[in-house]
């Protein structure tokens, strides 16, 4: 890929890098679990209870979102913990301003 200009030189690394964030964040799944950490940590059964999804599907989109760094996984016992990996998603946020935005 290479540099963009449009009235500004973007990066390509940037542009990858944003562009597998949003790859991430475009599935509807992935982003309603996202939405519903925002209130906090949250064991896997509650993600997929309360989402409606079913257990497989719930524990391979929190594999995609640990992938990318967008969520952080605690044990306790044999349950698994999620929480918004909230640095990661600040540094992202800026990326996307920088990128979309400009500034």
Not at 35 to 40: A, D, S, T, V
Not at 66 to 78: D, F, H, M, P, S
Request: some cysteine; charged content about 30%.
């Amino acid at each position: 890929m290479e540099n963009l200009q449009v009235g500004c030189k973007i990066e390509t690394k940037k542009l990858i890098e944003l562009m597998e964030y949003l790859k991430v964040i475009s599935d509807e799944n992935r982003l309603r679990i996202l939405c519903f950490l925002k209130h906090g940590e949250r064991c896997v059964c509650e993600i997929h209870e309360t989402l409606n999804l079913p257990q497989n599907l719930t524990s391979h989109h929190l594999k995609i979102l640990r992938e990318a760094e967008l969520v952080i996984a605690r044990r306790e016992g044999k349950w698994i913990h999620y929480r918004l990996n909230d640095e990661k998603i600040r540094c992202l946020t800026k990326l996307y301003k920088e990128v979309i935005l400009g500034g």
